[in-house]
């Protein structure tokens, strides 16, 4: 029981780590490669999207621990594209301007918002139709893959916003470069205690339902869930904590046409 368990663990932050590489690459090089290169990789990797969502429905009737794991890839599949398609600039927002250093609040925040307008759509858009057909069925191993990256990202979203001591920008692709701009550099704000004690409450949660699990599928299962909402609370700490885990994908990138000089390399995490 042990192994499995184990197995699923590292299966999740194998995932995580690979799933963030290969997105990084493809669209390093397209930034190498420029022109429309970031709109043809998009497209073509619509077939791992098709793919993932075939394999988001053909799960939810599984019982196994077999359909726990495609659940799981498919949904990580699914948000990869579309992470994709952002880091891509393809599907952002209207907004592609730096925001000015001295403007109100309010013109901030609609300018930030304008930067990920459409991506957020979408991904709220796909969580609706997971959530429509997938609520109440046997397996809900994907659907709760996808709210848990989907509220973890607003989370990151929002600290960025609010300010944090640590940003990373060494992985900004060139489509969005006018996307740091909108972050805030502070010592503290106020809603990180509270995203991390969710974060925090929903590992707990998923580690009580592993131990309280009857049936090993479900085992399997809900450690994936545990293993993805600690990584989502590593990645809230890595905002304050100065560790360079972006060594963790550096080595694996292609060299950028130009190197930023605005960039610390003490000063950045992984995404």
Same mark, same amino acid.
């Given at each position: 029981?042990? &192994?499995?368990?184990?197995? *699923?663990?590292?299966? !999740? +932050? $194998?995932?995580?780590?690979?799933?963030? =590489?290969? %997105?990084?690459? /493809?669209?390093?090089?397209?930034?190498?490669?420029?022109?429309?290169?970031?709109?043809?990789?998009?497209?073509?990797?619509?077939?791992?999207?098709?793919?993932?969502?075939?394999?988001?429905?053909?799960?939810?009737? &599984?019982?196994?621990?077999? *359909?726990?794991?495609? !659940? +799981? $890839?498919?949904?990580?599949?699914?948000? =990869?594209? %579309?992470?994709? /398609?952002?880091?891509?600039?393809?599907?952002?927002?209207?907004?592609?301007?730096?925001?000015?250093?001295?403007?109100?609040?309010?013109?901030?925040?609609?300018?930030?918002?304008?930067?990920?307008?459409?991506?957020?759509?979408?991904?709220?858009?796909?969580?609706?139709?997971?959530?429509?057909?997938?609520?109440?069925?046997?397996?809900?191993?994907?659907?709760?893959?996808?709210?848990?990256?989907?509220?973890?990202?607003?989370?990151?979203?929002?600290?960025?916003?609010?300010?944090?001591?640590?940003?990373?920008?060494?992985?900004?692709?060139?489509?969005?470069?006018?996307?740091?701009?909108?972050?805030?550099?502070?010592?503290?704000?106020?809603?990180?205690?509270?995203?991390?004690?969710?974060?925090?409450?929903?590992?707990?949660?998923?580690?009580?339902?592993?131990?309280?699990?009857?049936?090993?599928?479900?085992?399997?299962?809900?450690?994936?869930?545990?293993?993805?909402?600690?990584?989502?609370?590593?990645?809230?700490?890595?905002?304050?904590?100065?560790?360079?885990?972006?060594?963790?994908?550096?080595?694996?990138?292609?060299?950028?046409?130009?190197?930023?000089?605005?960039?610390?390399?003490?000063?950045?995490?992984?995404?």
């Amino acid at each position: 029981m042990i &192994g499995l368990i184990g197995i *699923a663990v590292l299966c !999740a +932050f $194998f995932a995580w780590w690979m799933s963030t =590489g290969a %997105i990084l690459v /493809a669209v390093r090089l397209a930034d190498r490669r420029g022109q429309d290169t970031h709109v043809k990789i998009v497209l073509l990797a619509m077939g791992l999207l098709m793919i993932g969502l075939w394999g988001y429905r053909s799960s939810l009737m &599984g019982d196994d621990i077999g *359909a726990s794991y495609i !659940a +799981f $890839f498919s949904a990580l599949v699914i948000w =990869g594209w %579309i992470e994709l /398609a952002f880091l891509s600039g393809v599907i952002t927002g209207p907004n592609r301007l730096a925001a000015p250093e001295k403007i109100s609040e309010w013109e901030r925040f609609t300018r930030a918002w304008g930067t990920v307008a459409y991506h957020e759509i979408l991904l709220f858009v796909v969580l609706l139709w997971m959530i429509y057909v997938g609520w109440g069925q046997e397996n809900g191993v994907g659907l709760w893959t996808f709210i848990v990256l989907y509220f973890a990202r607003i989370s990151a979203k929002l600290n960025l916003y609010f300010g944090v001591p640590r940003i990373n920008t060494e992985f900004i692709p060139e489509k969005l470069k006018h996307l740091p701009s909108h972050f805030r550099q502070t010592s503290f704000n106020s809603f990180f205690p509270i995203a991390v004690t969710i974060l925090t409450f929903a590992v707990a949660c998923w580690v009580e339902r592993v131990i309280w699990a009857t049936t090993m599928a479900d085992k399997v299962g809900f450690s994936l869930l545990a293993a993805l909402s600690a990584l989502a609370l590593i990645e809230h700490w890595l905002m304050v904590v100065p560790l360079p885990d972006a060594k963790l994908w550096r080595w694996m990138l292609p060299a950028p046409n130009n190197l930023r000089k605005d960039i610390k390399s003490e000063d950045i995490h992984g995404l």
